[in-house]
């Protein structure tokens, strides 16, 4: 698992005093950026984000930091969905789902994970 330390900006904050919905999206990108980078992807997967659900649990507010925590949740034949939480103070914030695919940027398509890429991601897999 991966955990990201967001600081909110008083620009994320709407009228009502706390953080607007769309800050979210960006802060689980920032998310999943640790994860590649803890990972230390040895084949640089080209990637492109196919799907993001995001659930809103409690509001959160500026002044107070995040954590973004994100683990790979499944391996698919060409994608995997990374699991996404964000906290405040320990309180759940929000719980996401992304769902990744490797792609073939030249044909425009999905591209399947070969064996060795396969055994690497595999040994993230978390429930």
């Not at 994860?35 to 002044?63: Q, V």
Request: aromatic residues 12%; negative net charge; glycine residues 4%.
């Amino acid at each position: 698992m991966s955990i990201e330390v967001i600081t909110p900006r008083f620009c994320e904050t709407d009228a009502l005093g706390h953080i607007n919905n769309v800050s979210y999206a960006a802060w689980l990108e920032q998310g999943r950026m640790a994860f590649f980078i803890d990972t230390k992807d040895p084949f640089n997967t080209p990637l492109i984000l196919a799907k993001l659900e995001i659930n809103y649990r409690n509001e959160s507010f500026h002044g107070t930091q995040v954590e973004v925590h994100t683990h790979l949740a499944h391996l698919g034949n060409s994608s995997f969905a990374l699991s996404q939480k964000i906290y405040q103070k320990e309180l759940l914030v929000v719980e996401a789902k992304a769902v990744l695919v490797q792609f073939d940027f030249d044909n425009k398509e999905a591209m399947p994970f070969n064996d060795e890429q396969r055994e690497f991601w595999q040994k993230f897999l978390k429930d």
